[in-house]
């Protein structure tokens, strides 16, 4: 009993969370189109796209190179927010990779979130629509009821060498991705 009560209460608080999540415009048509059956691998190159900034709105055209590419849920949130200050605090020693975080969550907040939170270095994407998680074919997670969130490591030619897939546990995301530089 106490365990089903623990289960509904934890789908209960994932439902909130999924609540807060907004969706306003879609990526340019000019990204390629990938499978949404399997998620980018180890030894696939990673596809080009634009998507905004988060904070300015000006249009950012990412192409195959040596990036970090990390899929989060929402701006503004408490997992998300340690991740992002993570990444931002690592920023030096990713050895002149580029790192980019993309959310379709929350996209509205996320220069208020940057600022209230210290955020500097790392290139922030509002992906409304979901359109290059779909790309990526990032998994939802929580049965479904959550974006999932996905680090990509890529080499200089783009090649990916790193995919880690963890939403509970947003900190180790950074490690992973340092460890795969």
């Given at each position: 009993l106490v365990r089903t009560h623990c289960i509904r209460a934890m789908i209960s608080s994932l439902l909130v969370c999924a609540l807060g999540f907004t969706a306003r415009t879609s990526?340019?048509?000019?990204?390629?189109?990938?499978?949404?059956?399997q998620m980018l691998k180890v030894g696939e190159k990673m596809p080009a796209f634009t998507l905004p900034n988060a904070v300015t709105g000006k249009p950012v055209k990412i192409s195959p190179s040596k990036s970090v590419i990390f899929f989060f849920p929402a701006a503004d949130t408490p997992g998300c927010t340690k991740e992002a200050i993570a990444f931002s605090e690592q920023l030096r020693e990713f050895k002149g990779a580029k790192v980019y975080g993309i959310t379709g969550g929350n996209t509205?907040?996320?220069?208020?979130?940057?600022?209230?939170?210290?955020?500097?270095g790392i290139t922030l994407l509002a992906d409304d629509g979901d359109e290059v998680r779909k790309l990526f074919a990032v998994p939802k997670a929580a049965f479904g009821l959550l974006p999932g969130r996905v680090t990509y490591v890529t080499d200089r030619t783009g090649t990916c060498v790193e995919v880690y897939d963890n939403l509970f546990d947003a900190e180790s995301h950074v490690g992973k991705a340092l460890a795969a530089i």
């Open positions: 990526v340019p048509s000019s990204v390629a189109s990938r499978s949404a059956v509205d907040k996320v220069t208020s979130w940057v600022e209230s939170n210290n955020i500097k």
